[in-house]
């Protein structure tokens, strides 16, 4: 981990000029040239995605990576994509956002006492990150969750890629991951001693393949979000 970063707003814009990954940046830069026929006119971030929320967050949701045609044109998490829909509605009706929609980095959102990021900050191919790419952007979460030790109480991480990827991240940062590593499942909860004590709740992602098909439902994410909510004092 870099002893660097003496802020999010340092770390931020660092991880926005990452080229570390070479097929991920050609893609990326592909796809904001290339558009989405109904984005056409509009400018395309095509960068690493940092992540987003105050610096004093006490719950930080960890998704998997940015969509090509969400954070990849929108430059923020979860902005602008049908994901993103069911998840800021998710939050502002447990009280951690300020309005249910996102539609660009610029609409006035604002997150309580939340931050959102992801272990993989490049919008990758068929949404899927290789393991050397997961493992080559790590060192990002893992500053991002040093600086936010001070104040963090709980993580909801979305989708079995994040928790896979998560655990080696908080062993690192000084949290003590049982072995065997618990596995996922949504609905899931874990603490874990540390720095501080650390709920770490799962939840299904919030993907239209699970979100159209009923695997995950509204009641579902608020379930999990109050939960997570109540865990770091945002009830």
């Known amino acids: 981990m870099s002893a660097s970063w003496k802020s999010l707003a340092q770390l931020d814009a660092a991880v926005s000029k990452c080229r570390a990954c070479p097929r991920l940046v050609r893609w990326r830069e592909q796809v904001a040239r290339t558009k989405r026929a109904a984005y056409a006119d509009q400018t395309y971030w095509g960068r690493p995605v940092p992540g987003f929320g105050p610096d004093d967050a006490s719950l930080v949701i960890v998704g998997l990576a940015p969509a090509a045609h969400g954070g990849n044109r929108t430059g923020r998490m979860f902005t602008g994509d049908r994901s993103g829909d069911v998840l800021f509605r998710a939050l502002y009706d447990v009280g951690l956002a300020s309005q249910p929609t996102s539609v ?10 939340t931050r959102i990021t992801a272990p993989v900050h490049c919008a990758p191919p068929a949404n899927k990150p290789t393991p050397a790419e997961r493992d080559t ?7 991002e969750l040093t600086l936010l030790r001070p104040t963090l109480k709980a993580i ?11 655990l ?5 940062a000084g ?5 065997p590593k618990p596995r996922f499942g949504h ?3 874990i603490t874990l001693d540390g720095p501080t004590p650390l709920h770490v709740l799962g939840s299904y992602h919030v993907s239209q393949q699970n979100t159209f098909t009923g695997r995950l439902t509204p009641e579902m994410l608020r379930a999990v979000l109050s939960e997570a909510a109540s865990l770091s004092g945002l009830d």
């Open 104 to 113: 660009h980095r610029d609409d006035g959102l604002t997150l309580r006492g």
């Open 156 to 166: 909801v991480v979305l989708g079995a890629f994040g928790w896979q990827a998560l």
């Open 168 to 172: 080696p991240v908080l062993a690192e």
């Open 175 to 179: 949290w003590r991951v049982p072995r």
């Open 187 to 189: 609905g899931v909860r």
């Open 137 to 143: 952007c790590r060192h990002w979460l893992a500053d």
